[in-house]
């Protein structure tokens, strides 16, 4: 069974940053990719990153720039560092991995930015 645990949320002002940690519960390059979602209240789930087992990284445009996927192999943990966040990345924030046709989410960590 897959366990994927976020952690590092929390509340911060406009213009700071946080780093987001997904731990998983085997080998991260036993998943063919992974990635961060966010849901925000009334919204549908967005895909914020992502990154597949061969190191491709995909960010949509409103997050270019500020926030960063990575990985370390040794702790099976994906990051996602988050730089000059806006009132708008407020959501909960989900980590996903994504191994053949199967998905899998983590509980969700919140993100609170405060204007």
């Known amino acids: 069974q897959v366990q994927l645990v976020e952690s590092g949320g929390g509340l911060v002002q406009a213009g700071g940053s946080l780093r987001l940690s997904c731990a998983a519960s085997g080998s991260i390059f036993s998943f063919d990719a992974m990635g961060w979602y966010r849901q925000a209240p009334g919204k549908q789930r967005e895909l914020v990153a992502a990154?597949?087992?061969?190191?491709?990284?995909n960010y949509p445009d409103s997050v270019k720039g500020r926030f960063t996927i990575s990985r370390d192999s040794a702790k099976n943990t994906v990051f996602l560092q988050m730089n000059s966040l806006k009132p708008e990345d407020t959501a909960v924030y989900y980590c996903?991995?994504?191994?053949?046709?199967?998905?899998?989410w983590g509980q969700g960590t919140q993100v609170t930015v405060s204007s």
């Open positions: 990154i597949t087992s061969g190191g491709y990284t």
């Open positions: 996903n991995a994504a191994k053949r046709l199967s998905l899998y």
